[in-house]
């Protein structure tokens, strides 16, 4: 292991704790994607109001132009390999854990309707979950 993957995970592990110590949340199980394509899988958690967590993500990465969508919007996202933000959805197989960074004018899970994986190319969605109403 060389020094930057040891200073990620470091960094991720010290993400990860204090999320856990800053916000007393516990998590919110949603289910996993409906109506899939090219193998788009993993369940999909709410941490706090700001934070979305896929657990095992996995995605074939036969079609390259595919991204997460909120509500129509590119949503950036990183993984425990990769903490750089990224926007184009790669191949995921095997799986790994995701979590979604959202943008400031959906910066709350209140203002979530669905969250799809998509094509953008071809206007198709691999991946499909319907947020519930959350009250605050």
Not at 22 to 39: C, E
Not at 74 to 87: D, G, K, V
Not at 109 to 133: E, M, Q
């Amino acid at each position: 292991m060389n020094s930057t993957t040891s200073l990620k995970i470091s960094f991720l592990l010290l993400l990860i704790n204090a999320l856990h110590y800053v916000h007393p949340y516990v998590p919110i199980y949603l289910g996993r994607f409906k109506q899939t394509s090219h193998k788009v899988g993993g369940d999909v958690f709410v941490l706090d109001e700001e934070t979305i967590y896929i657990q095992d993500f996995s995605h074939d990465g036969r079609i390259r132009d595919v991204f997460f969508s909120i509500d129509g919007d590119i949503i950036p996202y990183i993984t425990r390999s990769n903490l750089e933000p990224q926007l184009r959805v790669k191949r995921f197989s095997p799986s790994e854990d995701v979590i979604l960074l959202l943008p400031p004018d959906k910066s709350s899970i209140f203002n979530i309707d669905k969250l799809v994986v998509k094509c953008r190319a071809c206007r198709t969605s691999f991946g499909l979950l319907k947020f519930p109403t959350f009250v605050q």
